[in-house]
């Protein structure tokens, strides 16, 4: 854990805060404590935590969850919807899925990470790659890899698309689809729509195969810079299939150190309660997960794309295989830890949704029509863990006799990265903050910190008029002396 | 004239719900040569939809909107946000801008002032009552749809 998490004294201090207000109820700020000659003392990242959910999901019949879970996350509505029927299957006596409903499941499922990383690649992470930063080498450095990619930008928004489609046909609409149900699925995917999604799915691969190529040349311009921005050591946990493939929608805990070696595998999901132990700090409503047995100081991780692609032995589809080996060669064996690598590893998991989508398409099984598993026995308990976008995502319930929801407990992806998002701008705000004037350009290095992780912010409301970003200087003495804010479009305000 | 109206928010919080609600109201009246377009947030592909329409509305809830409501032309902006979660509907127009080659169509947003946006809840008083003003307006600009036509209502 980082020296900067909280400064010696606060005497003859200057505090800087970044303030990226976002909706009504989520948002995050920054806060960055510097002496008079600019010298970082305290780094701190605020993510107001996802406050009601509990609340708005207890009392609920449990086969009503997986779909009203939908409406707590705008961005993610397919995550939490499959989370949720997983515990759901469990708690109704559904303990095995049918061949084609697991895999329109896991169609949903790759269509929705496939959809989020073209999304976060086109609007987040190539404007980064390529725009993002100041300094005169990167920019000399980039315009020639830049000019072999002309349409970067029309491929994301056709790929976002593409994977729309995915969730429009196998939940039904293009939201609050229903589809996946307590021991199944209720709709099949008609072999037109299996056609339809056939025709473009080579074209959609190898987009997604140039874009992973886009960000290794990204990287090769200038590696001592992209590897180590923001970079710290940290343990990594994903699921993992039981021969230690990479698995997005089911499978076991896994998590590695930060130097490769396993702290454990093959955990059930069920028993994260007893493995995880969630802290609280009182600068923050969000908690910080930990390994149990390690320790609140040693056991923090960090969880999404960079982790699970070194939390796996090996990806289970040949291109991506291909591309997570170039990704670790340099390592020597290790993992690697630098922020900007998110990038890097979330395209060549956009290209394994890609693969993986094409071969379930071209699985019979997918247009079966047996969509419903046998009932066994009913339980009142059970924890429904995937792989989202941005991470774990854990859904806890309890149900009464009643078949109401009794307990909920939500371990959403952005609170397992707490801790390591808190690390990556310290380690940002030490290497590029510290002793020097703070100007725009600096501090964005701070939101190119956390734009590589796209924290979840709560954002299923979205009202006009809130300002995503906020800076304020604040001297000393506790007296504003500075503001800047920025609106959705990007726009100074 | 192809209109093309997004109304996207979220009715489970609060006023949150007022442009999905708004959009019910006009696919209900069956406006003509009307695609409605609902979402949770407005993002990428919704420059998709754009094409092919002579005219767009937005429909949103702002929490400091002035009362009851604002009507505005909206031009297409380029620029980065921390985050990919969503996108106004100035960002949409530019991804239109810089996906499509061309300028968008003339674009509106209606946007309601919303006073309360927790989860679970409901509208609230004001806003059931901003939901019926600001139908009113929309029944008043579809009896006079086009460009020049609502380019005069604008504040």
């Given amino acids: 854990m980082s020296a900067l998490e909280t400064a010696d004294t606060k005497q003859n201090l200057r505090r800087v805060a970044i303030d990226p207000v976002t909706r009504v109820e989520g948002h995050g700020k920054v806060t960055i404590l510097l002496d008079d000659n600019n010298r970082v003392h305290q780094v701190r990242l605020h993510i107001v935590e996802f406050r009601g959910f509990e609340a708005f999901i207890e009392g609920r019949p ?29 708690i109704a006596g559904y303990h095995r899925l049918t061949p084609t409903a697991e895999k329109l499941r896991r169609l949903m499922h790759y269509g929705q990470i496939l959809q989020s990383h073209a999304v976060h690649f086109f609007h987040l992470a190539s404007p980064d790659l390529l725009l993002g930063f100041d300094s005169e080498p990167t920019r000399r450095n980039i315009v020639g890899v830049a000019a072999q990619f002309p349409e970067i930008a029309r491929q994301g928004v056709l790929l976002r698309k593409y994977g729309q489609e995915i969730i429009r046909h196998t939940s039904g609409k293009r939201i609050h689809g229903t589809g996946a149900i307590p021991g199944g699925v209720n709709k099949t995917l008609t072999t037109a729509e299996r056609e339809e999604l056939r025709l473009d799915i080579d074209t959609m691969i190898g987009w997604a195969r140039d874009a992973v190529g886009l960000v290794e040349q990204l990287h090769a311009t200038r590696p001592d810079f992209y590897d180590v921005f923001g970079e710290f050591p940290s343990n990594m946990m994903g699921l993992a299939a039981p021969n230690g493939a990479l698995e997005l929608y089911d499978g076991a805990l896994r998590a590695r150190d930060a130097s490769g070696a396993m702290i454990f595998d093959q955990v059930p999901c069920s028993d994260y309660d007893s493995l995880l132990q969630e802290e609280v700090k009182p600068w923050t409503y969000m908690k910080f997960p930990h390994i149990r047995s390690l320790g609140a100081e040693a056991g923090w991780y960090k969880v999404g794309p960079l982790a699970r692609i070194q939390t796996c032995d090996f990806i289970p589809t040949p291109l991506a295989e291909e591309e997570r080996k170039k990704f670790m060669a340099p390592g020597g064996g290790k993992p690697r830890h630098g922020t900007l ?22 699985d019979p099984d997918i247009v079966g029509t047996d969509l419903m598993g046998e009932k066994g026995e009913r339980h009142l308990e ?24 009794s307990y909920c407990n939500l371990i959403v992806s952005t609170t397992n990265n707490n801790q390591a ?73 | 004239m192809k209109l093309v109206v997004f109304g996207w928010g979220n009715v489970s919080r609060g006023d949150d719900g007022l442009g999905p609600l708004l959009l019910a109201r ?13 979402d949770f947030q407005l993002q990428l592909e919704h420059a998709l939809d754009l094409q092919g329409a002579d005219l767009a509305l937005f429909l949103d809830a702002g929490k400091n909107t002035p009362a009851p409501f604002a009507f505005t032309e909206i031009h297409a902006r380029h620029g980065m946000t921390h985050t990919s979660h969503a996108l106004a509907p100035e960002a949409v127009l530019g991804v239109y801008e810089k996906t499509m080659g061309g300028r968008p169509p003339p674009s509106f947003l209606l946007c309601v002032r919303g006073e309360s ?19 009113a307006f929309l029944e008043a600009l579809e009896r006079a749809r086009g460009p020049l036509e609502w380019r005069a209502r604008t504040e």
């Fill in chain 2, 26 to 38: 006009i696919a209900e009246a069956r406006w003509a040569d009307a695609s409605l377009i609902e």
């Fill in chain 1, 421 to 493: 998002m808190n690390e990556a701008i310290r380690s940002v705000a030490k290497d590029h903050l510290s002793g020097h004037e703070v100007t725009e350009g600096l501090l964005n290095h701070i939101e190119v910190a956390i734009r590589a992780y796209d924290p979840c912010l709560s954002c299923a409301t979205h009202a006009i008029g809130q300002m995503p970003l906020q800076v304020d200087l604040v001297d000393a003495s506790g007296a504003l002396v500075g503001r800047r804010r920025k609106n959705f479009s990007g726009d100074a305000a």
């Fill in chain 1, 382 to 405: 059970a924890v429904g863990v995937i792989e989202a976008p941005r991470g774990t995502l854990f859904h806890h319930y309890r149900v009464g006799a009643d078949d109401l929801v």
């Fill in chain 2, 117 to 135: 946006f927790d989860l679970g809840e409901g509208l609230s008083a004001a806003g059931a009552a901003r939901l019926e003003q600001s139908w």
């Fill in chain 1, 341 to 362: 690598l998110f990038h890097w590893a979330r395209m060549i998991e956009a290209l394994h949704a890609a693969e993986t989508i094409r071969d379930l398409l071209d």
């Fill in chain 1, 62 to 90: 449990f086969w009503e969850v997986p779909v009203v879970v939908q409406r707590l996350c705008g961005i993610c509505p397919v995550s939490h919807h499959l989370a949720a029927v997983k515990a759901m299957d469990h």
